[in-house]
């Protein structure tokens, strides 16, 4: 069965870091477009970053500048850097990917993979 475990979720005040991972249970996701998006409590799940196999990587204006997105295929991981974490990054962060083999995206894509998410709630 394909898996995406989220971890690296927690509380923490305005400005820290934090570093979130999620791990695929096969081995074909290191060719798939993978990513990360976000619920916060009462909107809409929204797109965060995306990394194609190849490196190429896209952020939503939010969070540019701010978050870093990077996989390891050889451990198949993906991880995203949190820095000068704001209030407003509070929400559950889901782990995503897209089973098209070999495919370069631009921007977001529609997840066939799901993690289970992972809290971050930053305060002010």
């Known amino acids: 069965q394909v898996q995406l475990v989220e971890s690296g979720g927690g509380l923490l005040q305005a400005g820290g870091s934090l570093r979130l991972s999620c791990a695929a249970s096969?081995?074909?996701?290191?060719?798939?477009?993978m990513g990360w998006f976000r619920q916060a409590p009462g909107k809409e799940r929204e797109f965060v970053s995306s990394?194609?196999?190849?490196?190429?990587?896209y952020y939503a204006e939010s969070v540019k500048g701010r978050f870093t997105i990077s996989r390891d295929n050889a451990k198949n991981t993906v991880y995203l850097q949190m820095n000068s974490l704001k209030p407003e990054d509070t929400a559950v962060y889901y782990c995503?990917?897209?089973?098209?083999?070999?495919?370069?995206?631009?921007?977001?894509?529609?997840?066939?993979?799901w993690g289970q998410g992972t809290q971050v709630t930053v305060s002010s």
């Open positions: 990394i194609s196999w190849n490196g190429n990587t």
């Open positions: 096969a081995r074909i996701f290191r060719m798939y477009p």
């Open positions: 995503a990917a897209h089973s098209a083999y070999g495919k370069v995206v631009a921007g977001t894509f529609e997840p066939d993979y």
